[in-house]
């Protein structure tokens, strides 16, 4: 079912960005000077598709790094939660191993002790 929407979403998406790679070949000037657009300080010509992927990418890695940042406390109770899980269950492995092995003999009782 998974993979029949990845599928149903993935397809139309693709044909969606090719359609905008094809009807935007011609070259745009990118320039992030805002104060002289005749002279920019910083410019570059490229094609306006590759601005918009470009554009999407780094919007999702920017998006991708801040939920992995502002999910650390969750990763981290995780690990905590883990590592208590495998303690207590070594716990319960040495418990069980004592449990198992021959039973202490309770010291025979002693003889000057007077039943009253």
Do not use: C, H
Not at 68 to 73: E, V, Y
């Amino acid at each position: 079912m998974k993979r029949l929407f990845n599928w149903a979403i993935g397809i139309p998406l693709a044909v969606i960005i090719i359609a905008i790679a094809v009807a935007n070949r011609s070259s745009v000037s990118f320039s992030l000077d805002p104060f002289s657009s005749s002279q920019p300080y910083f410019s570059i010509d490229a094609p306006l598709y590759m601005l918009l992927l470009g554009a999407g990418f780094i919007g999702l890695l920017f998006g991708g790094v801040t939920s992995w940042l502002s999910q650390g406390k969750w990763r981290r109770a995780a690990r905590e939660a883990r590592s208590e899980s495998s303690r207590l269950r070594n716990d319960v492995d040495t418990l069980k191993r004592r449990a198992t092995s021959t039973p202490e003999a309770l010291p025979p009782p002693s003889s000057n002790q007077s039943l009253s």
